[in-house]
C-alpha cells in the first residue's frame, strides 16, 4: 500500500515545453481526441473514446493546454490553483465538428467544510450554449455510497485532448490544516499494465476522469496533482461536492445532473388568484408546481404554453428563472424541487384578452423524465370596460342612446346601449324594475345576469319606510322571501322579491353597483 505523506506536487506552470498526460505506449492515432489540435481540431474517428459524447469538454483558446468541464448550459468546473484567467474564452467542438467559443463571466471556489477553497472551482459563461448546439454537459457518478466508487474504471482526459485509462483507488483528504480536498487516487505502475494506462503530467490539471460505465459520460474527478513522478495521481472528488456546487448553480437555475437520476413525481396542483382575471384589465394567476414523489427533483423544467394571443406577459417565481421560447411558450427552470414541496409561478397579463378562458398546457420534467403533460384553463371574467368599448361615452353614467338609462343599468339588464328603448330585444320586457301590491305584500321583480358575481355586479334590494335618503336599508323584513326564474329567450333571471305588508306604508328598489 502506497502511503502519501503531506507533501505533493501540484500540476502548475505549464509551459510549451511540457508534456502532456503520459501513456505507456502512446498512440496519437488513439489516445488524441482530435486531429490538427489546436488550430484546426477535428474529431479523430479512432480515438480510444470515440464514441462517448465528450462534446462539453472544452479548452481554454488562450491556453489550449488547459481543459474544462460543461456540466450545465452554462456551468463548467476545473482546478483551483489553474484557473483560467478572467477575461480568456473557452472552446468547444459540437458534435458535427463546428467550435463554439464562449466568454467567461465568473470563477468561484468551491468551499469545504471549514470555509475554506478547495481545489475545485466552479465558472459560468457569459452567454448559455444554446440547446440547438450539439454540446452536451456532461453529468456527473452519482452512486450511492463513497465507498461505491472504488475501483471503478476512469477514462482520463489530460493537456492537449489527449486520454488513457486508470482506475479509481482509493478516497480520501488532501492538503493541510483546513485547506482539504476531498479526493481520490489513481495509480499507474511502471513496470507493467496495459498500453493505454496513463499518469498525469505538468498541465493537466482541471481536465476531468470520467466513468464510461453506461452509454454517457460521467465526471468522477477534476486532476489535481501527481505524486512520485507519475506513480500516485490525485483527482478532487467532484460527487462530494454536488450540494456546494448546486448552491452556487441554482441562482441561473441549475443543479449538477446525475448520470443514474431517480423519477421525482412534478404536479400542477391548480390555478389560484386572489382576484380573478378580468377582460381588458391587468391581472395575474399563480401556479403551484409540487414534487410530490419520495426523491428530488434536479433541473426542474416547465413548459407553459397557450395561444399567442393569449400569452401571459411575464412568468416569475422565487428561485426560477423564466424565458420566453417563443410566441406561444414560456420555459420556467430552477435548480431544484425538494420531494414534498412545492413553488409557486405568477403569470401576468398587462391587458387580459376578450376570452372566456385561456387554455393552458403544461409540459414538465425533472431528473432527466419528462412528466408528461397538464392541460387546464384560466377563466376570464367579462367586463364591463370592454362590454363599453366603442361608445361615445364608455363610462357608467353615461348614455349615448339618450333613452334615460345609463350604460351601467343598461349593461346589468343586458340591453344595447347604442339603441333608444326602455325594454329589452323582444320589446316586451321592461328593463326597469317593478312593483306589485297583493294579498301576500309588496313584490319587487327586476331582471338580473346570472354571471353577476363573475362580472363584479351587485343587484342590491333596499327597503323604506318614509323614502327619507338615510331610511333605506339593505336588511330585508323578517318574512321576505325571494325566487328566481329564467327569462325566456334570454341571457337573464327575473328575481321577484315579496315584503308583508307593515302596518305603514313600505318602499323598495333596486340598487346596482359594479365592482372590477
Not at 409561478?345 to 425533472?366: D, M, N
Not at 331610511?471 to 334570454?490: C, L, N
Request: glycine share 8%.
Amino acid at each position: 500500500m502506497v502511503r502519501l505523506g503531506v507533501v505533493f506536487i501540484l500540476l502548475v506552470g505549464a509551459v510549451s515545453s511540457a508534456p502532456a498526460l503520459e501513456l505507456r505506449a502512446y498512440d496519437p492515432a488513439r489516445h488524441d481526441r482530435f486531429t490538427g489540435f489546436p488550430t484546426a481540431p477535428a474529431h479523430n474517428p479512432g480515438f480510444l473514446f470515440a464514441d462517448a459524447d465528450l462534446t462539453g469538454v472544452g479548452w481554454v483558446v488562450e491556453s489550449p493546454q488547459r481543459q474544462v468541464t460543461l456540466v450545465s448550459p452554462v456551468h463548467f468546473v476545473g482546478a483551483n490553483h489553474y484557473r483560467p484567467a478572467a477575461d480568456w474564452t473557452i472552446r468547444f467542438l459540437d458534435a458535427s465538428g463546428q467550435s463554439h467559443d464562449f466568454s467567461i463571466a465568473s470563477m468561484t471556489s468551491i468551499l469545504n467544510e471549514h470555509g475554506e477553497a478547495t481545489d475545485l472551482f466552479l465558472g459560468e459563461l457569459a452567454t448559455p450554449v444554446s440547446p440547438d448546439v450539439e454540446i452536451t454537459p456532461v453529468s456527473y457518478l452519482n452512486l450511492p455510497e463513497e465507498a461505491d466508487y472504488l475501483g471503478i474504471d476512469l477514462a482520463v482526459l489530460g493537456r492537449d485532448a489527449r486520454a488513457g485509462r486508470s482506475t479509481l483507488s482509493h478516497i480520501m483528504d488532501f492538503g493541510s490544516g483546513n485547506r482539504k480536498t476531498r479526493g481520490f487516487l489513481f495509480y499507474y505502475d511502471p513496470d507493467t499494465g496495459d498500453a493505454d494506462d496513463c499518469y498525469l503530467a505538468i498541465g493537466d490539471s482541471g481536465s476531468p476522469a470520467l466513468s464510461l460505465a453506461g452509454p454517457r459520460p460521467a465526471l468522477v474527478g477534476v486532476h489535481y496533482a501527481t505524486v512520485a513522478q507519475g506513480a500516485i495521481n490525485i483527482d478532487s472528488l467532484v460527487p462530494h461536492y454536488v450540494d456546494e456546487l448546486n448552491e452556487l448553480m441554482e441562482g441561473a437555475g441549475y443543479h449538477m445532473i446525475p448520470i443514474d437520476p431517480e423519477s421525482a413525481l412534478l404536479t400542477a396542483s391548480g390555478i389560484s388568484s386572489a382576484d380573478p382575471l378580468r377582460q381588458g384589465y391587468a391581472g395575474s394567476v399563480v401556479l403551484e408546481i409540487g414534487n410530490a414523489g419520495d426523491v428530488a427533483g434536479n433541473n426542474v423544467e416547465v413548459d407553459i404554453v397557450c395561444d399567442a394571443a393569449l400569452a401571459p406577459d411575464t412568468i416569475t417565481g422565487t428561485g426560477w428563472i423564466s424565458e420566453k421560447v417563443d410566441e406561444t411558450t414560456w420555459r420556467c427552470r430552477r435548480g431544484g424541487l425538494a420531494a414534498g414541496t412545492s413553488s409557486s409561478l405568477t403569470l401576468a397579463w398587462t391587458e387580459v384578452a376578450t376570452v372566456s378562458a385561456i387554455p393552458v398546457e403544461l409540459h414538465c420534467q425533472a431528473n432527466e423524465f419528462p412528466q408528461g403533460s397538464i392541460s387546464g384553463q384560466i377563466a376570464v371574467n367579462p367586463t364591463f370596460r370592454v362590454w363599453a368599448e366603442g361608445l361615445a361615452d364608455p363610462t357608467a353614467t353615461g348614455d349615448d342612446d339618450g333613452d334615460g338609462i345609463r350604460h351601467l343599468l343598461e349593461y346589468a339588464f343586458d340591453a344595447n346601449p347604442e339603441e333608444a328603448s326602455h325594454f329589452l330585444a323582444d320589446q316586451m320586457t321592461p328593463l326597469a324594475p317593478e312593483t306589485e301590491l297583493s294579498p301576500a305584500g309588496l313584490t319587487l321583480s327586476y331582471l338580473r345576469r346570472p354571471d353577476a358575481a363573475e362580472r363584479g355586479l351587485h343587484y342590491i334590494v333596499e327597503y323604506s319606510t318614509d323614502l327619507q335618503e338615510e331610511g333605506w336599508s339593505a336588511t330585508p323584513p323578517a318574512e321576505a322571501s325571494e325566487d328566481v326564474a329564467t327569462v325566456e329567450g334570454t341571457v337573464l333571471e327575473r328575481v321577484r322579491v315579496t315584503c308583508p305588508v307593515p302596518g305603514q306604508c313600505l318602499f323598495m328598489r333596486v340598487r346596482v353597483v359594479l365592482d372590477e
